[in-house]
Antibody
């Protein structure tokens, strides 16, 4: 069974940092692009960042560019999101998702999702 | 930036057909994907590339895309179809993935 499990969420203050992780199992991890998508409480889905199968191509939404960094370690079947200079508006449930293809920046759908990890930014 | 507009809510009686629209500028030239999200759960892909269904998704779920509107159709609606539905595209101009505003489907 293909599974994605996120971790690393928690409560923190504005301006601080957090690192999210997503561990994959049941698939050949380095065959696929990966994404981070977030959902603020009671709100819709918002794409955050994506990365290609080899980590070479990365993309970010305008709201996180320059503050968040996506990376992956294929040897550990893991995806990461380093979040710096956190703001209250970053408060959300963060999902990792697998792309159907190898790219992180293409029109491929997100076919497998984790259950999410909650990030709360408040003073 | 590219915007996808969905109706906030759609109500449908059991056994009837629900149509959920997703409007965007020349969306017919893009590949549209649809996700179902039930309360407290992660999204699930129900239609990809306008009209294809992943393995395990019932044939009752179908999609179309033309001009300025993409549509997800749920036939013979069941109580278990009650959920939020989101459309999504890749915007090559901005190199961003974009989600629609989301539609809550209520089964009467």
């Amino acid at each position: 069974e293909v599974q994605l499990v996120e971790s690393g969420g928690g409560s923190t203050q504005p301006g601080r940092s957090l690192r999210l992780s997503c561990t994959a199992s049941g698939l050949t991890f380095d065959d696929f692009g990966m994404q981070w998508v977030r959902q603020a409480p009671g709100k819709g889905l918002e794409w955050v960042s994506g990365v290609s199968w080899d980590g070479a191509t990365k993309g970010y939404s305008d709201s996180v560019k320059g503050r968040f960094t996506i990376s992956r370690d294929n040897a550990k079947n893991s995806l990461y999101l380093e979040m710096n200079s956190l703001r209250p508006e970053d408060t959300a449930l963060y999902f990792c998702a697998k792309t159907r293809g190898y790219s992180g920046s293409s029109d491929d759908a997100f076919d497998i999702w984790g259950q999410g990890t909650m990030v709360t930014v408040s003073s | 930036s590219y915007v996808l507009t969905q109706p906030p809510s759609v109500s449908v009686a059991p056994g009837q057909t629900a149509k959920i629209t997703c409007g965007g500028n020349n969306i017919g030239s893009k590949s549209v994907h649809w996700y179902q999200q039930k309360p407290g759960q992660a999204p699930v892909l129900v239609v990809y590339e306008d009209s294809d269904r992943p393995s395990g998704i019932p044939e009752r779920f179908s999609g179309s895309n033309s001009g300025y509107t993409a549509t997800l159709t749920v036939s013979r609606v069941e109580a278990g179809d009650e959920a939020d539905y989101y459309c999504q595209v890749w915007d090559s101009d901005s190199d961003h993935h974009v989600f629609g505003t989301g539609t809550t489907v209520t089964v009467l």
